[in-house]
């Protein structure tokens, strides 16, 4: 009689791409639905205005400090929850939450200025995006997987096959070179959309 396989998941990437668009697609939702109820007209505004109050008149070298120390903080935090089963719960958050707050950016971009508010949803994430997407769907399924190796089965801890420093390496200089374009290019693509697409 064959013995029965247990299920068990796989989180690889492409999990938390399915993850990450799944929470997308409920910021969506969740945006349209209470739009009328909780949020008024200037909300994407209000936006660019904290943008503005939290850069100041910081000069770039300043800024890209307090961008690093918030950003690496966190990528920190994953890398010391990943040796434990709350990593797991780590991994998806980092995933699930902003690609839920991405939906709802989207959606309000559209909701108060139609299809050019695009621009100013993306106005507050381009480019730095193109480096944080693919850096955190493949860091956070490296943790993922040295995390659930924690896990006990069968009254003692699996090891789960781990992923190549090599690679989980090059996704954190990917990373940190999204904070380099957060840092010093974000803020003139920021400042280009908000003084040529008549938003104020």
């Known amino acids: 009689m064959k013995e029965k396989k247990r299920f068990s998941w796989e989180f690889t990437p492409g999990f938390f791409l399915i993850l990450f668009w799944a929470a997308f697609g409920a910021g969506v939702l969740g945006m349209n639905l209470l739009w009328e109820a909780c949020f008024q007209q200037g909300s994407l505004m209000g936006l660019f205005l904290l943008f503005r109050s939290v850069r100041g008149d910081w000069e770039p070298g300043k800024y890209f400090w307090y961008v690093l120390k918030y950003r690496c903080g966190w990528l920190l935090v994953c890398m010391l929850a990943s040796s434990s089963v709350w990593g797991l719960l780590v ?33 507050l994430v381009f480019p730095q995006i193109l480096c944080y997407f693919p850096a955190v769907i493949w860091l956070m399924s490296g943790l993922a997987r040295k995390s659930s190796g924690y896990l006990k089965k069968n009254g003692r801890f699996s090891k789960s096959p781990g992923t190549d420093r090599r690679f989980l390496t090059g996704c954190i ?27 104020f």
């Open 91 to 123: 991994s998806f958050l980092s995933v699930a939450l902003p690609g839920f707050l991405l939906g709802m950016l989207v959606t309000l971009s559209i909701l108060e200025f139609g299809i050019l508010g695009l621009a100013g949803g993306a106005a």
């Open 173 to 199: 200089f990917l990373y940190l070179a999204g904070v380099l374009l957060e840092s010093f290019v974000n803020p003139m693509v920021l400042e280009f959309v908000l003084s040529h697409m008549g938003f």
